[in-house]
Structure formats: structure tokens, C-alpha cells
């Protein structure tokens, strides 16, 4: 089975960072597209960044370039997010998802999902 366990979320005041963790098991990281999303309450779940791992290809939506990298540890099975510079609009639920085709961040193209991982961040 595959599973994904996305860790790393916490309490963090603006313009602070934090990494985020996504384990992979029951799948080769290298044949798959890793996709990080968040929901904040209320809103719709969107999508983050997501990696085409073999490839190296990166895709950021607009809100994050200059503030996240996602990066892979072929030999943790991870991959990871790292938020700098955070900012009040950041906060939600982070999650992460693997697909096996494109690079993507549309969440209906994801078969499989973690847990989510909340991420607060204050003024």
C-alpha cells in the first residue's frame, strides 16, 4: 500500500519558517510527482509546489516562489518543503500527495494523500 506521512507543522510567528516532511512508503519516489497543498478553513485546497522527482522539475504557484523549496531525499523516501518567510496567509492544513503522471496541481489528478499537517503562522 502506498502511504504518505506529512509532518512538520507547528506554531511560527511571521516572517519565521518551517520544514515540512512527506514519507513516502509502498512506492518508488522516483516514478512519481510529489504535490504539496493546503487548505485554510474555509477555502478551497490549493495547490502549493509539486516535483517531478526523476526529473528534478519544480513548478511553484505564485504566492510562494522566492519563499519555499521543495526538495527529495531519495535515501529518507522524503520529500520535503521548506517555508521561509512566512506570512499570516500561509496558515492552513499542508498536505502532500503523489501522482505518476505530469507535473500538476490539480488535486483531482492525486490518487494518493496524507494526512494533513497544520501550519499557524502570527502576526
Known amino acids: 500500500d502506498v502511504q504518505l506521512q506529512a509532518s512538520g507543522g507547528g506554531l511560527v510567528q511571521a516572517g519565521g519558517s518551517l520544514r515540512l516532511s512527506c514519507a513516502a512508503s509502498?512506492?518508488?519516489?522516483?516514478?512519481?510527482?510529489i504535490g504539496w497543498f493546503r487548505q485554510a478553513p474555509g477555502q478551497q485546497r490549493e495547490g502549493v509546489s509539486c516535483m517531478h522527482i526523476s526529473g528534478g522539475r519544480t513548478y511553484y504557484v505564485d504566492s510562494v516562489k522566492g519563499r519555499f523549496t521543495i526538495s527529495s531525499d531519495y535515501a529518507k523516501n522524503t520529500v520535503d518543503l521548506q517555508m521561509n518567510s512566512l506570512k499570516p496567509v500561509d496558515t492552513a492544513v499542508y498536505y502532500c500527495?503523489?501522482?505518476?503522471?505530469?507535473?500538476?496541481?490539480?488535486?483531482?489528478?492525486?490518487?494518493?494523500w496524507g494526512q494533513g499537517t497544520l501550519v499557524t503562522v502570527s502576526s
Open positions: 500527495a503523489a501522482e505518476s503522471a505530469w507535473l500538476t496541481t490539480n488535486s483531482h489528478d492525486y490518487p494518493y
Open positions: 509502498g512506492l518508488a519516489l522516483d516514478e512519481y510527482v
